[in-house]
């Protein structure tokens, strides 16, 4: 994988895990109300527009990086997108890491490896 390549799924990787990171963010704050109520609580708050930038702007990422890898490789390269997820949702929302959930972290991280590795 060159460069470029590179430089795009680091970037995929950054905008993903920022995005869920802000919707979790978004739907974690505290408010008033249930159903639309919370929704309209939820527009009006930043964390939900910055996640919604995130992915849009994912989105250019994502279509750039799979103009230069295969669909095949870049699905599973994606994938570690897992792995950072968990790794912040345990550092900012303090979110429990189990034996189990760590052994899939490291079996994701050891595919993404090998795939990488084989380009």
């Known amino acids: 994988m060159g460069p470029l390549?590179?430089?795009l799924w680091l970037v995929n990787v950054?905008?993903?895990?920022?995005?869920?990171l802000a919707f979790?963010?978004?739907?974690?704050?505290?408010?008033?109300?249930?159903?639309?109520q919370r929704w309209k609580h939820m527009f009006g708050r930043p964390w939900l527009w910055l996640g919604i930038a995130?992915?849009?702007l994912e989105f250019v990422a994502w279509i750039a990086f799979l103009s230069l890898v295969p669909l095949s490789?870049?699905?599973?390269?994606g994938s570690i997108n897992i792995v950072a997820l968990m790794?912040?949702?345990?550092?900012?929302?303090?979110?429990?890491?189990?034996?189990?959930r760590v052994t899939g972290m490291l079996l994701v991280s050891a595919g993404v490896a090998v795939v990488g590795a084989g380009t």
């Open 14 to 20: 950054v905008l993903d895990t920022g995005g869920q």
């Open 54 to 56: 995130c992915y849009v």
């Open 24 to 36: 979790k963010a978004a739907a974690s704050e505290p408010q008033d109300g249930e159903g639309l």
């Open 73 to 77: 490789q870049g699905v599973l390269l």
């Open 87 to 100: 790794v912040a949702g345990r550092i900012l929302f303090r979110e429990r890491l189990t034996p189990l």
């Open 5 to 7: 390549a590179t430089l």
